[in-house]
């Protein structure tokens, strides 16, 4: 599995996959950080990257002590099915 990177920088968490980038795009606050769209290149469809990017953003979130506003309806989506994430809504 490949490592989920914060670049701060471009305001996005990143996996780099056979070349690829997925990525998680947000905005942050001092306490907050809303997850504003992801994107998976159609050459890495149907893996599970954007599952595995999602738990990667949202386990790095957790260890910052942040709150998460769900915008982008995959992330949203992610949390509502993974229940150990869902302490982690503002």
Known sequence: MSEVRDNPEKHQFEMIV???IAL?????T??????THTE???ELGGRG???????GALDQVRKRGMKVVPLC??????????AEYQDLLK
Do not use: M, N, W
């Open 18 to 20: 056979d070349g690829h």
């Open 24 to 28: 998680a795009a947000y905005r942050l």
């Open 30 to 35: 001092p306490d907050t950080i809303t997850f």
């Open 40 to 42: 998976v290149p159609k």
């Open 49 to 55: 990257i954007g599952s595995q990017l999602a738990k």
């Open 73 to 82: 309806p995959f992330i949203k989506a992610y949390i509502e099915k993974h």
